[in-house]
């Protein structure tokens, strides 16, 4: 379904992004794994794109850097020739009540989350306009709508996504590229593995459905985004939280 195409998911290598790496693979996408730090993390999802016959390549890069997006993106299209889906993935926590909350924070999680997101999309958005076709795939957060105490950071950059996400849709959709989001809830990755048991608890209590979800569960939202059934939808948030919030 996605055969000849050429998709760039950053943060792809653990958690949401590996699943969305799998299902793009899968769908017949070659995919770009970005990651900052972990390499061996991102090997493995390399070796699990390749284990079940799929096509990807590594692509090193810190998606809050202007000039290391542009410097990765304009190789992997001298490479590959065009990049058709982006998934901007990569996320961070520095979570803490906001009267503690330290600058460094505040900036580190917008700046990786929100920024890098702008950039990466800024980075595509050529390449995409001249061919006139592009799925740009932004994943937000159920926190971005709820908000959340100690996240104020991250809250603020999962409900920016969702503006910019508008904006952009609204600006490339005169070229055929659409933008939407996916906006996860509880998730079972990294990122939530260190909530202590009764945390736990709590959330899951809070969800009609009963259970943390799977990486797994937000990549199939994303496969469907970057396929051709969507290709009428624009502008979108869709939810994925087993029921624990409802509005739009
Ligand atoms: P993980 O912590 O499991 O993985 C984060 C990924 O992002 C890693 O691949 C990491 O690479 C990469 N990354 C972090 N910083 C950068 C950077 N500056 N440049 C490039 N890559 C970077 O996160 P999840 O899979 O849990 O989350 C993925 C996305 O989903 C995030 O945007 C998160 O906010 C969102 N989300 C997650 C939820 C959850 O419950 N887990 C719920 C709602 C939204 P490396 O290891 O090399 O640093």
Redesign the pocket.
């Known amino acids: 379904m996605l055969k000849g195409q050429v998709a760039l998911v950053?943060?792809?290598?653990?958690?949401?992004?590996?699943?969305v790496c799998r299902r793009l693979a899968a769908m017949g996408a070659k995919v770009g794994i970005?990651?900052?730090?972990?390499?061996a993390?991102?090997e493995e999802t390399l070796a699990e794109v390749a284990a079940d016959g799929g096509s990807a390549f590594l692509a090193?890069?810190?998606?809050?850097?202007a000039g290391a997006v542009q410097k990765a993106v304009k190789e992997i299209v001298a490479d590959h020739g065009v990049i058709d889906i982006l998934v901007?993935?990569?996320?961070?926590?520095r979570d803490g009540l906001m009267a503690r909350m330290k600058e460094e924070d505040w900036d580190a999680v917008i700046?990786?989350?929100l920024k890098?997101t702008f950039l990466c999309s800024k980075a595509v958005m050529r390449p995409m306009m001249k061919q006139r076709r592009g799925r740009i795939i932004n994943?937000?957060?159920?926190?971005g709508f709820l908000g959340n105490g100690g996240q104020v950071n991250?809250g603020a950059?999962?409900a920016g996504i969702v503006g910019l996400t508008k904006s952009m849709a609204r600006e490339l959709a005169p070229r055929k590229v659409t933008v939407n989001a996916v906006?996860?809830?509880?998730?079972?990755?990294?990122?939530?593995s260190e909530l202590s048991e009764e945390i736990r608890d709590a959330i899951r209590s809070q969800i009609p459905l009963g259970s943390?979800?799977s990486?797994e569960d937000?990549a199939a939202v994303v496969g469907f985004l970057a396929g051709d059934d969507a290709a009428y939808m624009t502008g979108q948030t869709l939810h994925v939280n087993g029921g624990m919030y409802m509005g739009n």
């Not at 970005?34 to 390499?39: A, D, G, K, L, R």
């Not at 090193?60 to 850097?65: L, T």
């Not at 901007?88 to 926590?93: P, W, Y």
């Not at 906006?183 to 939530?192: N, R, S």
């Open positions: 950053t943060g792809g290598s653990r958690g949401i992004g590996r699943a970005n990651y900052v730090s972990n390499p993390a991102a090193r890069f810190d998606v809050a850097d901007n993935n990569a996320g961070i926590t700046d990786t989350n890098g994943i937000t957060s159920v926190i991250y950059a999962k906006a996860p809830g509880y998730i079972v990755t990294d990122m939530t943390l979800g990486p937000v």
